[in-house]
């Protein structure tokens, strides 16, 4: 099995922009989650193989996620972060069941890590 390997994480302020990446080897249809201490791991995007985007709602009109069909690889996006954002965040190659749900993935990456101050 693949392990997908998250980028671009970083420490930023209320307001500001940041961009992750998601890299496979092959074309998958992929999800991005994430995850703070103690809580659960929680939907944040879902881009399928026909590159039909889904969304959180509260990350809707924030967050774009979109494919880079070159080099094998799902960004996402974030734009006007708030301090809510903050944390781990982690892609998984999506399998079956509800995009929504972190269950119905495989091949998580390690995770990278958005800190957001105010």
């Known amino acids: 099995q693949e392990q997908l390997v998250e980028s671009g994480g970083g420490l930023v302020q209320a307001g500001d922009s940041l961009r992750l990446s998601c890299a496979a080897s092959?074309?998958?249809?992929v999800g991005w989650f994430r995850q703070s201490p103690g809580k659960e791991r929680v939907f944040v995007a879902f881009?399928?193989?026909?590159?039909?985007?889904v969304y959180e709602d509260s990350v809707q009109g924030r967050f774009t996620i979109s494919r880079d069909n070159l080099k094998n690889t799902v960004m996402l996006q974030l734009d006007s972060v708030k301090v809510e954002d903050t944390a781990v965040y982690h892609c998984?190659?999506?399998?079956?069941?509800?995009?929504?749900?972190?269950?119905?993935?495989?091949?998580w990456g390690q995770g990278t890590q958005v800190t957001v101050s105010s």
């Open positions: 998984g190659r999506y399998v079956r069941g509800s995009v929504r749900s972190p269950f119905g993935y495989e091949s």
């Open positions: 092959r074309r998958y249809p």
């Open positions: 881009i399928s193989w026909t590159d039909d985007p």
